[in-house]
């Protein structure tokens, strides 16, 4: 994969992050919109409510994690022995 290649996909992993993103705030908004009409008592609300965040953030961040992991297994430089991403003399990872 040339470079050009790989920012399309970096470009299409953006939009694809956005959209997924947006689509799960959304159906959880939906669902804090049922629990908050619903008839149970407060402090039940907001148990479930802390859940809910929870999940979201999990959920979320491991959108993000999986297209960051695929970014740097499809990057040209990751793959080189020669520019493979680490610095000779620090050893650390090229992440994205």
Do not use: W
């Amino acid at each position: 994969m040339d470079i050009e290649e790989f920012q399309n996909l970096q470009f299409f992993l953006i939009k694809s992050v956005i959209k997924q993103k947006f689509d799960l705030h959304t159906k959880y908004n939906q669902l804090l919109k049922k629990l908050v009409q619903s008839n149970k008592c407060e402090s039940y609300k907001l148990l479930l409510s802390k859940r809910i965040l929870g999940r979201l953030i999990r959920e979320s961040n491991r959108i993000f994690i999986s297209a960051q992991k695929y970014s740097t297994r499809c990057c040209p430089s990751h793959n080189n022995s020669f520019g493979s991403g680490y610095d000779s003399n620090e050893q650390k990872p090229l992440i994205h």
